[in-house]
């Protein structure tokens, strides 16, 4: 009998070895065949998963989000189990932010394919589709977080918007880009994004 292959499981092997050669040395002229050598399969067994270079980056980039997001709820779910209470705006904002942030190795890959990714994306509005779903879509759950934090008393109304939301991705954005190229280091882009909460939040949201 024919051994079943998991056509989903092998897709994340594949997206896995192109993270692996992002953290390595870049991704940058990095072939199809690259990616089949590092999963250790043939390059026709890989063309059988992803047809191009750009469907192959977009799926790991989708893959390797999820993992990120799935790091980020456990940070805040060991949160309430800390403090036995619901985390705050803040402290879930927080989370958020700094999960965006390249601070370990997992995370440092993740935006090294995200950047192989955005480079295309900028003239192909097929793969810029991604970013233009995702980012309304973090910035209105960011918003949220602050009206919340408003009603809270957390923080003043005024500042409860979808623009200081987007401020904030904007900014993580940066600091992420200038760890990845050694401008700061993980702990200084860290910083700066408590030293952003706290001006945002002030003493209220302390």
Not at 48 to 71: G, K, P, Q, S
Not at 72 to 91: D, F, K, M, N, V
Not at 145 to 164: M, N, V
Request: net charge negative.
């Amino acid at each position: 009998m024919p051994k079943k292959v998991d056509h989903e499981a092998r897709r994340q092997e594949i997206s896995e070895a192109l993270g692996r050669i992002a953290g390595t040395r870049g991704l940058d002229g990095a072939s199809l065949r690259d990616v089949a050598a590092e999963a250790g399969i043939s390059l026709g067994r890989l063309q059988h998963y992803f047809r191009t270079r750009d469907e192959m980056l977009l799926f790991a980039l989708r893959h390797i989000n999820r993992l990120a997001a799935d790091r980020i709820r456990a940070r805040i779910e060991a949160l309430a189990e800390e403090s036995a209470e619901e985390p705050t705006p803040r402290e879930v904002l927080r989370a958020c932010l700094s999960g965006m942030l390249p601070l370990d190795d997992k995370s440092r890959t993740g935006l090294l394919v995200g950047a192989a990714y955005f480079a295309r994306a900028v003239h192909d509005k097929t793969l810029r589709a991604e970013a233009e779903n995702g980012i309304p879509q973090l910035r209105a759950f960011f918003a949220g977080q602050l009206r919340l934090a408003a009603d809270r008393g957390e923080l003043p109304p005024e500042r409860a918007t979808e623009d200081e939301a987007m401020l904030l991705i904007s900014m993580t954005d940066g600091l992420a880009t200038h760890v990845l190229l050694g401008v700061h280091s993980p702990e200084t882009a860290l910083r700066l994004l408590d030293l952003q909460l706290a001006n945002l939040f002030g003493a209220a949201g302390a």
